[in-house]
């Protein structure tokens, strides 16, 4: 069976995924999220309530919109 050659499935990056598909690009910033956690755990009450949590997991993810062609 011979190998077919050509460029159907190839490797690309998050950024050309993005420009190929029109979407934007997500990140998670797991230090900031954890960081909000740990202050919230430090200076609030035992135990972080579903509001406390959520606003860190709100803080914690960056939408970066698509970059524009001019």
């Known amino acids: ?10 490797e690309i990056t ?3 995924s ?9 990140n998670f ?4 999220y954890l960081f909000i956690l740990g202050a919230g755990t430090v ?3 035992p135990g972080l309530t579903a ?3 959520n ?3 709100e803080k ?6 698509p970059a524009l062609s001019l």
């Open 18 to 26: 993005a420009t190929v598909s029109g979407g934007t690009a997500v």
């Open 60 to 65: 914690a993810v960056a939408v970066e919109s």
């Open 55 to 57: 606003f860190a997991f």
């Open 14 to 16: 998050s950024e050309e």
């Open 29 to 32: 910033g797991l230090n900031q």
């Open 43 to 45: 200076f609030g009450v």
């Open 1 to 10: 069976m011979q190998a077919i050659n050509n460029d159907l499935f190839t």
């Open 51 to 53: 509001e406390e949590t």
